[in-house]
């Protein structure tokens, strides 16, 4: 397929997915943050800071624990135990997204005095 191709043809093409990658990326971010913030005007403000580091908690949480049942249920199948091993690597990046979670909800509480 890429025979036909000259190696700056091949770099233009290239380029050119990662910009559409980039921008969808950029889309999708935009979106989460506007559904998921109340107040999205001032995104330098300490409580939205903390609003965005807990939906990057939940959304690692979520999306990893999908990526552990997908991966899980696709070894099982198979008998691979590469894939059943990258499934319990999710899985441990799901707990680390929790303590992320914990750790903004900590951050979001008043200073002591």
């Not at 990658?21 to 300490?46: E, G, I, P, W, Y």
């Not at 899980?72 to 499934?87: C, E, K, L, N, Y």
Request: proline share 1%; glycine share 6%; hydrophobic share 50%.
């Amino acid at each position: 397929m890429f025979s036909d191709l000259s190696a700056k043809e091949i770099k233009n093409i290239i380029s050119e997915t990662e910009k559409s990658v980039f921008n969808r990326v950029k889309a999708m971010t935009k979106l989460l943050l506007k559904v998921f913030l109340k107040d999205n005007s001032d995104l330098n403000s300490s409580s939205a800071r903390a609003s965005v580091g807990m939906l990057s908690g939940a959304v690692g949480i979520v999306s990893n624990i999908l990526l552990f049942a997908l991966k899980i249920f696709i070894g099982t199948v198979s008998g691979s135990v590469s894939v059943t091993a990258d499934a319990m690597n999710n899985l441990s990046d799901a707990t680390s997204s929790i303590v992320t979670l914990v750790g903004f909800r900590l951050a979001k509480m008043p200073a002591d005095e």
